[in-house]
């Protein structure tokens, strides 16, 4: 009898051995969440293979229970008052009873406005039509506000609300940070983060439209809801003082505690919502995604690319000079027309720029082009004579040139980048000592 007790201690000892090393292999194949459910500790949106993220994001988990309690440590506070960047957009509710947008959208280059439902454009979603964006800091948190046109149908903010990075402005963004449905006080709660190891974000060619090309995006995610290296990485919230607008504080660590980038904001139907997607332009066609703008009638209305919103992107830490990708139109200096010193010649002036909503006139949303030629001919431009001078547009879009008294054909030669359509030689008569003007606008058109 104590020979039999003795053998079958002995199996259940081994069984008990081999339980615990199964239970061990078993636990470290996968990461719990908070919640219980179980992901891989290299989460991403791509096949199996792609270079996972190595910086101090990549999320490690504790692998020893299924219900893992999610413990913060800091919460954000209230945002500083003063902002380092802020960026306008279009407020569409204007012509949303036209069922299109007025202005602010720009497919080919990853700009968009799109807070309609799709095809018949009779649905305008306030909770997804961005006004304003602004960033702030107090060292130990950056916070983004984004304003919203006002709330949803039922009285929510009922959408997904992000902001985009691009650390080293080359229009590639790095970091993407999003949050779902916020609620009235700070929380992790439907929030997440994502890289992108690989840098394929913008396809071929940054910000433009390389479509249709096919790539995985954002695909590694470094941020789940509190579930990460860091459990106090990123948050959101309506801010108390305006419940239309989201509030987004994340940790500088999430964007290597850059000093230097720039940024722009997103606000879209958590369904539309797919990291691996981005840019969008190189995702959709421009036919496929259709156009919320009624001037495209090739395009328009929307198709499969609806409810979303979008801003251009502004400068931390630096000042834009215009050229950065994706960046918004750069102001005009305070007093932007030259000063001339009266003599016998007379002068001739005016501004280059991108008439990026085609309204014929210069405003904030239009951006300048410097480094233009400008050809100055003689005579009139029904039968112009030579050449009898050029000027070069400067930093701030404007051209000076001076010339004898005369009557003259003004006109640009070529157009300038990110334009297939524009001004045609302007008629100029200019007495001694007067200056007259002529400006010059341009605009893009997709055929």
Same mark, same amino acid.
């Given at each position: 009898?104590?020979?039999?007790?003795?053998?079958?201690?002995?199996?259940?000892?081994?069984?008990?051995?081999?339980?615990?090393?199964?239970?061990?292999?078993?636990?470290?194949?996968?990461?719990?969440?908070?919640?219980?459910?179980?992901?891989?500790?290299?989460?991403?949106?791509?096949?199996?293979?792609?270079?996972?993220?190595?910086?101090?994001?990549?999320?490690?988990?504790?692998?020893?229970?299924?219900?893992?309690?999610?413990?913060?440590?800091?919460?954000?506070?209230?945002?500083?008052?003063?902002?380092?960047?802020?960026?306008?957009?279009?407020?569409?509710?204007?012509?949303?009873?036209?069922?299109?947008?007025?202005?602010?959208?720009?497919?080919?280059?990853?700009?968009?406005?799109?807070?309609?439902?799709?095809?018949?454009?009779?649905?305008?979603?306030?909770?997804?039509?961005?006004?304003? =964006?602004?960033? &702030?800091? #107090? +060292?130990?948190? /950056?916070?983004?506000?984004? *304003?919203?046109? $006002?709330?949803?149908? @039922?009285?929510?903010?009922?959408?997904?609300?992000?902001?985009?990075?691009?650390?080293?402005?080359?229009?590639?963004?790095?970091?993407?940070?999003?949050?779902?449905?916020?609620?009235?006080?700070?929380?992790?709660?439907?929030?997440?983060?994502?890289?992108?190891?690989?840098?394929?974000?913008?396809?071929?060619?940054?910000?433009?439209?390389? =479509?249709?090309? &096919?790539? #995985? +995006?954002?695909? /590694?995610?470094?941020?789940? *809801?509190?579930? $990460?290296?860091?459990? @106090?990485?990123?948050?959101?919230?309506?801010?108390?003082?305006?419940?239309?607008?989201?509030?987004?504080?994340?940790?500088?660590?999430?964007?290597?505690?850059?000093?230097?980038?720039?940024?722009?904001?997103?606000?879209?139907?958590?369904?539309?919502?797919?990291?691996?997607?981005?840019?969008?332009?190189?995702?959709?066609?421009?036919?496929? =995604?259709?156009?919320?703008?009624?001037?495209?009638?090739?395009?328009?209305?929307?198709?499969?690319?609806?409810?979303?919103?979008?801003?251009?992107?502004?400068?931390?830490?630096?000042?834009?000079?215009?050229?950065?990708?994706?960046?918004?139109?750069?102001?005009?200096?305070?007093?932007?027309?030259?000063?001339?010193?009266?003599?016998?010649?007379?002068?001739?002036?005016?501004?280059?720029?991108?008439?990026?909503?085609?309204?014929?006139?210069?405003?904030?949303?239009?951006?300048?082009?410097?480094?233009?030629?400008?050809?100055?001919?003689?005579?009139?431009?029904?039968?112009?004579?030579?050449?009898?001078?050029?000027?070069?547009?400067?930093?701030?879009?404007?051209?000076?040139?001076?010339?004898?008294?005369?009557?003259?054909?003004?006109?640009?030669?070529?157009?300038?980048?990110?334009?297939?359509?524009?001004?045609?030689?302007?008629?100029?008569?200019?007495?001694?000592?007067?200056?007259?003007?002529?400006?010059?606008?341009?605009?893009?058109?997709?055929?």
């Amino acid at each position: 009898m104590i020979s039999k007790f003795r053998s079958f201690s002995s199996w259940m000892l081994i069984m008990g051995v081999l339980f615990s090393v199964f239970a061990c292999n078993f636990s470290k194949s996968a990461t719990p969440t908070a919640a219980g459910t179980q992901i891989p500790v290299s989460e991403t949106n791509s096949p199996v293979g792609d270079t996972p993220v190595t910086s101090s994001l990549t999320p490690t988990f504790n692998p020893t229970s299924t219900q893992v309690p999610i413990i913060h440590t800091l919460t954000p506070g209230e945002p500083p008052a003063s902002q380092l960047s802020t960026i306008s957009d279009r407020d569409s509710s204007v012509f949303a009873a036209q069922h299109r947008a007025n202005g602010g959208e720009n497919f080919a280059l990853n700009l968009y406005e799109r807070p309609f439902n799709s095809q018949a454009m009779d649905q305008y979603f306030h909770q997804l039509d961005i006004n304003k =964006a602004q960033l &702030t800091s #107090d +060292g130990k948190w /950056t916070y983004i506000t984004i *304003q919203l046109a $006002g709330q949803g149908a @039922d009285g929510k903010m009922s959408g997904m609300y992000g902001v985009e990075f691009d650390l080293n402005v080359d229009g590639r963004g790095e970091v993407l940070v999003v949050a779902t449905d916020p609620g009235a006080s700070w929380s992790t709660d439907g929030t997440g983060a994502w890289t992108d190891p690989n840098h394929d974000v913008g396809g071929q060619h940054p910000i433009r439209s390389d =479509a249709p090309i &096919t790539g #995985d +995006g954002y695909e /590694t995610r470094v941020f789940n *809801q509190g579930v $990460g290296a860091d459990p @106090d990485l990123a948050w959101a919230r309506l801010s108390p003082a305006d419940p239309k607008s989201v509030q987004i504080a994340i940790k500088p660590a999430l964007i290597n505690d850059d000093g230097s980038y720039t940024w722009g904001a997103w606000a879209m139907n958590a369904a539309t919502f797919n990291p691996a997607w981005f840019d969008y332009n190189d995702h959709f066609t421009q036919t496929d =995604a259709g156009s919320p703008l009624v001037e495209l009638t090739q395009f328009y209305p929307l198709k499969d690319f609806a409810e979303v919103d979008n801003t251009c992107r502004w400068a931390v830490g630096f000042t834009p000079v215009g050229s950065e990708p994706g960046i918004c139109p750069v102001p005009a200096t305070p007093t932007p027309v030259p000063s001339v010193t009266p003599t016998p010649e007379a002068t001739l002036i005016g501004m280059v720029y991108h008439d990026f909503n085609r309204d014929g006139m210069w405003n904030g949303l239009d951006y300048i082009y410097p480094g233009v030629t400008v050809e100055i001919r003689s005579g009139s431009c029904a039968a112009p004579g030579g050449v009898v001078t050029t000027a070069v547009t400067n930093s701030t879009g404007w051209y000076l040139a001076h010339v004898s008294p005369g009557s003259f054909c003004v006109k640009v030669p070529a157009y300038p980048p990110d334009a297939n359509q524009g001004s045609g030689p302007v008629n100029v008569t200019v007495n001694a000592g007067g200056t007259r003007r002529a400006d010059f606008r341009f605009w893009y058109i997709i055929y």
